[in-house]
């Protein structure tokens, strides 16, 4: 049985449909890369996945559980966890007290949380960043605050939407060896990225959503020769590269 499996989902925005019947199946221990033009319907289907809000049809199971009328906190303490795109963290407070709100439910006491948030920030490289105010956060290390705040959870499955965005080449090899990590430590991934060499690098399969349909899936090698995926979206992206 498949960790996730995504049957058909559909939303629409008013006359605008985001995602249309999209399906796709994530296996346990696997990173898949979810690409796709800006407005192509990655993060709505996130929202979906997390229980933000409903599809307005299609079917979303995780371990076989049909994940159904369930809210985005029934859906953390299912071990699903999201990076948000455009994070908010509470500015005022530190990048610790931050992970420990998110650490919270699934920790017995204060100290636990707290244990559990340091552990976490040592493990995206931000233990010298644990008494900064949020605020006060690159946009790299808001994205690194992310990523801790979802490890907090102990989730089974991670929604990575966009997480190395912004970041130089340096701090991106940097985010790709937290990632594999990660994926080392037992966690699936589904990891949104318009950046190839991450997302080529760490997939083990990919996916191509375009217009909220998918255009192609497969291994990282035969999706980026795929004539279709250079048509509509890796052909613009690599002659900027
Ligand atoms: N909450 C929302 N309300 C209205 N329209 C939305 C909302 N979220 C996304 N959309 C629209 O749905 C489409 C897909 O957006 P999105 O899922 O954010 O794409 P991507 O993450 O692939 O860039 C876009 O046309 C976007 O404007
Ligand atoms: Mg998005």
Redesign the pocket.
């Known amino acids: 049985m498949p960790l996730l499996e995504v049957s058909s989902i559909s939303k629409s ?2 006359g ?1 449909q ?2 249309k019947g999209l399906s796709f199946t994530v296996e346990s221990g696997e990173i898949l890369g979810l690409i ?10 996130f ?1 979906m996945i997390a229980g933000y809000f409903p599809p307005d049809s299609g079917e979303i199971r995780f371990k076989g559980e049909n994940l159904a009328g369930l809210r985005p906190w029934d859906i953390s303490h299912r071990k699903i966890a999201r990076t948000f ?1 455009l994070s908010k963290p509470f500015g005022d407070l530190t990048v610790l007290e931050n992970v420990m709100v998110g650490g919270f439910h699934n920790q017995g006491s204060r100290s636990a949380a707290r244990r559990k948030a340091e552990e976490v920030l040592a493990f995206v490289g931000m233990s010298d960043r644990m008494g900064t105010e949020a605020q006060n956060l690159t946009v790299v290390d808001r994205k690194r605050l992310e990523m801790a705040r979802c490890l907090a959870t102990e989730p089974e499955l991670l929604l990575l939407d966009e997480v190395v965005a912004g970041a130089t080449p340096a701090e991106a090899v940097a985010m790709m060896e937290v990632i594999g990590r990660i994926r080392q430590s037992g966690v699936t991934i589904v990891m ?1 990225e318009h950046v190839m060499r991450v997302v080529m690098g760490l997939s083990h399969r990919v996916l191509v ?1 375009h217009h ?1 349909e998918t255009i192609a899936v497969g291994d990282p090698q035969a999706v980026s020769r795929d004539p279709v995926v250079l048509k509509a979206y890796l052909g613009a992206r690599y002659a900027h590269a």
């Open positions: 925005f008013g605008n985001a995602v796709g033009p800006n407005g192509a319907g990655k993060t709505t289907a929202n795109q949104v959503l909220g």
